[in-house]
């Protein structure tokens, strides 16, 4: 029973550590606000198709929430971009 508990709260805190919870919706409006932006990534051609590829994902009709990998990608150019 003990180790039950543990367990539980161990998954609550690493949901609530690692996830951010950022909605499909939520990315989405950070990467179209990325693509208005006028910064440092148009200059690179893989951020100008990363973002390019992100916008056509997360405007599908069930959008899947972007990979860990994508997140941090997303949270660099949002940085690089001063947002």
């Known amino acids: 029973m003990w180790l039950?508990?543990?367990a539980i709260a161990l998954?609550?805190?690493?949901?609530i550590r690692y996830g951010h919870g950022e909605t499909p919706d939520e990315w989405?409006?950070?990467v179209v606000?990325?693509?208005r932006?006028?910064?440092a990534y148009k200059d690179n051609?893989?951020?100008e198709l990363f973002i390019a590829k992100m916008i056509n994902l997360l405007t599908?009709?069930?959008p899947?929430?972007?990979t860990r990998a994508e997140q941090k990608w997303i949270r660099t150019l949002k940085k690089e971009c001063k947002l």
């Open 4 to 6: 039950l508990a543990i």
């Open 11 to 15: 998954a609550i805190g690493f949901a």
């Open 28 to 30: 989405l409006e950070l």
């Open 33 to 35: 606000k990325i693509q």
């Open 37 to 39: 932006t006028p910064c």
């Open 45 to 47: 051609y893989f951020d």
């Open 60 to 62: 599908l009709d069930n």
């Open 64 to 66: 899947p929430e972007p």
